[in-house]
């Protein structure tokens, strides 16, 4: 075990009856990181927490905390600090009350309980209401207060299962600094589950993609972004073009008239995909571009605010190309257009 692991999930699979919930996951969690699990409904994120948290029993493989096997301790000897999406508030408790609960349960009274809640309350900026009741607050300060209860107990990890998608965009949007803040404040090691990429990209030092119980790749978020293990990921991660490009020859495919080479060892015959991401092509008008360039047709058209979206059809392909307002300049439906691409920022993977 390297000096820095804090959990080791170490191999673990998990059967509901016939369903294989998790296949084999192992991964090492690093001391004061913030780990994401993220994947789509049913890939198994919330088991995995679960089984972190003690709430439900791996059918295979241990949980190793600082080197010791957790596997068969109850949840509540882990001491895990946790905020699911429900939050699980008392509503009629005061907001001081309902962060002092974890203390009061572990036997933390009187001028140390008071301190302790004082300190969160100031972390969490809400020193004002602390003796409001949770119902009369508002979303944001509900889950503020949820996130210094799970925080109190100083627990030696902190577990968080979609806990912003209750939120509206803006306040999640919020919501997410200031989770990262205060994770960054306690040093707290986190592994929170969420299907949402951009929030699992916000927040994590360490990406965690599942799909069908198995781990697709696990690494820092730019690195899932900029290189992804497959097709899968590269699509669920921001939404990629994928093309088919055929069989590789002499390690290059032909990506709409330009060479795109794969340094991964694909033999000469293997069908490759090609996965591009909507900000990496680029937009030129027709007539500037050269007798080789890729020609298409813009077929739609959408102002986003801070940059356009475009669906380009081009050799009987939809894709999608994100650009800067001004590129957008004196484009419309219908326009042709020539592509472009930096080949660097193409990856290629076997095709299914
Ligand atoms: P979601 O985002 O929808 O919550 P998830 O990625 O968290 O999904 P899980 O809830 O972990 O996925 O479920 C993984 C698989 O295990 C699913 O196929 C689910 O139906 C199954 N599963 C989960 N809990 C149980 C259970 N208690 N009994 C039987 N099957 C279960």
């Known amino acids: 075990m390297s000096s820095d692991t804090h959990l080791h999930i170490e191999n673990i699979s998990k059967k509901f009856n016939t369903v294989d919930a998790l ?8 001391r004061g990181s913030f780990v994401c699990l993220l994947g789509p409904s049913g890939c198994g994120k919330t088991t995995l927490l679960r089984i972190i948290a003690g709430f439900e029993t791996a059918t295979k493989g241990r949980l190793i905390l600082d080197g010791q096997d957790i ?19 008392f509503p009629h408790m005061s907001v001081a009350r309902n962060i002092g609960y974890g203390l009061k349960l572990r036997g933390v009274k009187g001028a140390a309980q008071r301190d302790r809640i004082e300190e969160l309350l100031e972390v969490i900026q809400l020193p004002h209401i602390a003796d409001r009741p949770v119902s009369a607050l508002s979303g944001g ?17 902190f577990l968080l299962d979609e806990p912003l998608s209750a939120l509206d965009a803006k306040l999640r949007d919020n919501m997410q600094i200031e989770l990262r803040q205060l994770q960054q404040k306690f040093g707290v090691t986190t592994v929170l589950v969420t299907h949402d990429q951009h929030e699992a990209m ?3 030092d360490e990406l965690v993609v599942l799909k069908d119980g198995a781990v697709r790749q696990s690494a820092a978020p730019s690195q899932v972004y900029n290189q992804p293990a497959d097709s899968f990921v590269a699509d669920f991660l921001g939404a990629a073009n994928l093309i088919d490009v055929g069989a590789i020859k002499g390690g290059t495919v032909d990506l709409f008239g330009t060479a795109v ?3 991964a060892p694909h033999m000469d015959g293997d069908l490759m995909l090609a996965a591009v991401r909507a900000e990496h092509l ?12 890729p020609i298409g047709a813009v077929s739609f058209m959408r102002d986003l605010g801070p940059a356009t979206e475009f669906v380009v059809t081009i050799q009987g392909k939809d894709l999608r190309v994100r650009r800067s307002n001004a590129d957008a300049q004196g484009l419309d439906v219908g326009s042709q257009v020539a592509l472009t691409f930096d080949p660097a920022q193409v990856s290629l993977f076997k095709a299914a």
Do not use: C, N, W, Y
């Not at 296949?23 to 690093?30: A, G, K, M, Q, T």
């Not at 680029?282 to 360039?293: E, V, Y």
């Open 71 to 89: 596997s068969q301790q109850p949840p509540h000897k882990r001491g895990f600090g946790m905020v699911f999406q429900s939050l699980a508030l």
């Open 202 to 204: 916000m927040l994590a």
């Open 23 to 30: 296949r084999d996951v192992d991964l090492r969690i690093e």
């Open 282 to 293: 680029g937009l030129a008008p027709a007539a500037a571009a050269g007798t080789a360039a």
């Open 141 to 157: 300060q509900r889950q503020r207060v949820a996130i210094a209860r799970a925080l109190a107990i100083q627990p030696p990890l």
């Open 261 to 263: 080479s794969t340094p």
